[in-house]
């Protein structure tokens, strides 16, 4: 059975409340920089780009890993007994539920975890110590990330696995 992961659930940002207390307050909009962007930037990336704002009005837009931790992600999580019990140990700082399904041998789970969680478990999911199919999950979720402007990996490059269906994250800085 090939394993799935799906994002089922995202921080939710109330912007008209946060963005009018904080123009009262800072006398400036932390969203100005991501409003003048022109981008279409995902809600957590907007957020993140607020949070930096909020101490320097200058701060561009973007994701600043200091503040990972200020936004959360679930992911839906199914694959076999074993593979799922590989997969929970790479994400093992993270608060999880898992299930028996109808298909004998398989589980699902609900994960969830910050931003620099998620981050800290594809970089531990997508190395040559783990297995293939623990690998091809955590660079799904890699792929769910980045597909959400979310790529929060931009010091890792992807080097392809001897299988050549999965790949390894690795440090560019040589750490």
Partial sequence: MKPEAIIIGRSEIDFTTFLGVAVKVLGHS?????DAS???LADATRFLGCLAAMRDSRAPAELV?????????????VATDQDMLDILECVSSMAFVTAETTVRG????????TLAQWKSAVLSGSTSDTEPVVRFVFNRIHGLFCDEGLNVWLDFRRREAPDQATYYL??????
């Fill in 30 to 34: 932390p969203g100005t920089a991501g």
């Fill in 106 to 113: 398989v589980l699902v789970a609900v994960v969830t975890g």
């Fill in 170 to 175: 690795e440090d560019k800085r040589g750490r």
């Fill in 65 to 77: 890993p200091k503040y990972l931790n200020h936004v959360s992600f679930s992911i839906l999580l």
């Fill in 38 to 40: 022109g981008k279409r």
